[in-house]
């Protein structure tokens, strides 16, 4: 079973609650040396400091360095660095009430077809409203800016056309580096494996006014990722991170309805881990979920899964993440009701109605 939040708060009785960082806990007036190769990587350019940068983000992860409280210190150099994302931090995005943002790490170990960019379009049919990051890929074919692209669903450019969408279809995809292009230039395409700053930065630089999130993490340690994301963004109130081991070596940034699928629930403060247990996956499921060869197959397999008809493996894949994201959003949502609420919007066509709106949506400020 799949684990949501109650009206009360997330809780469980299978481990126990854990407190989340407060400021004194990150704000320290003496910085980590670990946060050091970051900085001068940051700043410089070149392979050298490529080189040294990947070498650091190995070293965090593998000798379990890599802390909340260096995320936040990381955090801070960022908008330090990046002026445009310092500026909307300090006024962020106007969205609705029960806001979700999804985001994901990438760089799984099974590659899956880009579940997350449909069970946003799925939520978003249920009534929730989502705003979405998007990028192209670096250790996948499809990346969701590839995908959607491919479905001639553009993604918006400008972070100001963000209430319009959501106002208007539920759902705004936008790319990551809209918001911190100096970052995002400096960033992007350096790591073709998880980084320290996948466990946070896809959910944090998205400065819109949101209640919730849902982040896909390609890595155990989903605790980390949750306090990391509270350090940066303390102004979301709620949200999950998920990550799923389907098989020796095998792992997605996604909820599952096989293997392990652990999840960090944070609430006020509060981080509550939860994990579940099911069958193997067979080779079949796998078959069905994979990533195809070249962006086209890929839109192909996300349109079907939003179908009424489409693929049982594939479809109950996206609705297993789409009901996490509903239940973000809605509290009493129970698993069961959330389940319900996004088959409901599957099956009676409001998915494949709201990509077809999407498809024909004023492509001013988008690309």
């Known amino acids: 079973m799949f684990h949501h939040a ?14 989340c960082l407060s400021s004194s806990d990150v704000t320290d007036d003496s910085r980590s040396l670990d946060i050091q190769p970051f900085v001068e990587a940051l700043h410089d350019d070149g392979y050298e400091a490529d080189d040294g940068w990947r070498a650091w983000a190995r070293r965090m992860l593998s000798a379990g360095r890599f802390t909340p409280a260096l995320a936040a210190q990381i955090w801070a150099e960022v908008v330090a660095f990046d002026d445009t994302l310092a500026a909307l ?10 806001t979700v943002i999804v985001s994901g790490s990438g760089k799984e170990t099974f590659k899956t077809f880009n579940v997350s960019t449909a069970a946003a379009l799925l939520a978003a049919a249920s009534g929730v409203s989502v705003v979405k990051g998007t990028s192209s890929s670096v250790s996948a074919v499809s990346g969701s800016s590839d995908v959607l692209a491919a479905l001639g669903v553009p993604a918006l450019t400008e972070p100001a056309r963000i209430p319009e969408l959501v106002g208007t279809h539920g759902i705004a995809f936008i790319n990551y580096a809209s918001f911190c292009p100096r970052y995002a230039a400096r960033y992007d395409g350096r790591f073709d494996f998880l980084s320290p700053l996948g466990f946070f930065m896809p959910t944090a630089t998205l400065a819109v006014k949101a209640d919730a999130f ?5 890595h155990d340690d989903v605790r980390t990722a949750a306090l990391g994301i509270h350090a940066a963004r303390p ?9 799923t081991w389907i098989g020796p070596d095998q792992r997605i940034d996604e909820i599952a309805p096989f293997g392990a699928t652990t999840s960090a629930l944070l609430q006020h403060g509060d981080v509550q881990l939860v994990r579940r247990r099911g069958d193997g996956s067979s080779t079949r499921w796998q078959r069905a979920v994979r990533h195809r060869s070249d962006h086209q197959t890929n839109a192909e397999v ?3 899964a939003l179908r009424p008809g489409g693929d049982p493996a594939a479809t109950e894949l996206v609705e297993h993440n789409a009901a996490a994201i509903l239940a973000a959003s809605r509290l009493k949502a129970s698993e069961d009701e959330a389940l319900r609420l996004v088959r409901e919007a599957r099956l009676d066509g409001r998915a494949q109605r709201l990509l077809s709106r999407l498809r024909t949506a004023d492509s001013k400020g988008i690309r």
Not at 236 to 243: C, D, E, H
Request: glycine share 10%; hydrophobic share 35%; charged share 15%.
């Open 214 to 218: 849902l982040h896909g993490l390609a």
């Open 6 to 19: 109650s009206c009360s708060g997330f809780t469980s009785s299978s481990l126990p609650r854990q407190r």
């Open 302 to 304: 996300l349109i079907d």
């Open 89 to 98: 931090l300090a006024s962020p995005v106007p969205t609705p009430d029960g």
């Open 235 to 243: 102004d979301i109130a709620r949200g999950r991170v998920v990550t």
